[in-house]
């Protein structure tokens, strides 16, 4: 099954992410905003928080985040190479249904410190 969010476009804009279906035409759209913006005036996709120094994030029983760190711009969970986050795209919501569920239940355990 896909995760809903899976299906959005999720461009970006001064973080507000664009509401219309993955591969729409036309302008990006916020919905419910008059927010309206191009691909030019998107956000970049890469994460300024690459390259930042973290430590790996506490794991739940499950095993989960198996080693990665919790981006400190993006709160995403990310692989470490020397104690520095490696380069990413910033987070846009989850991609499938686990990483959701394991997602909530460390920020519910662990919580944003
Ligand atoms: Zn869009
Ligand atoms: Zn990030």
New binding site residues.
């Given amino acids: 099954m896909t995760f809903p969010t899976a299906l959005w476009c999720r461009s970006r804009r001064d973080g507000a992410l664009c509401t219309r279906p993955r591969g729409h035409a036309g302008l990006h759209n916020r919905q419910g905003t008059s927010q309206m913006w191009s691909d030019v005036e998107a956000d970049p996709a890469a994460?300024p928080?690459?390259g930042s120094a973290a430590q790996p994030a506490p794991l739940l029983p499950n095993g989960f985040p198996g080693g990665r760190a919790l981006?400190p711009?993006?709160s995403?969970f990310?692989a470490l190479d020397n104690g520095a986050?490696v380069p990413?795209d910033?987070?846009r919501g989850a991609v499938d249904g686990a990483e959701a569920a394991n997602r909530a239940a460390w920020f519910n355990t662990v919580g944003w410190n």
Wanted: proline share 0%.
């Fill in positions: 994460c928080g690459g981006c711009v993006c995403d990310v986050v990413h910033t987070f």
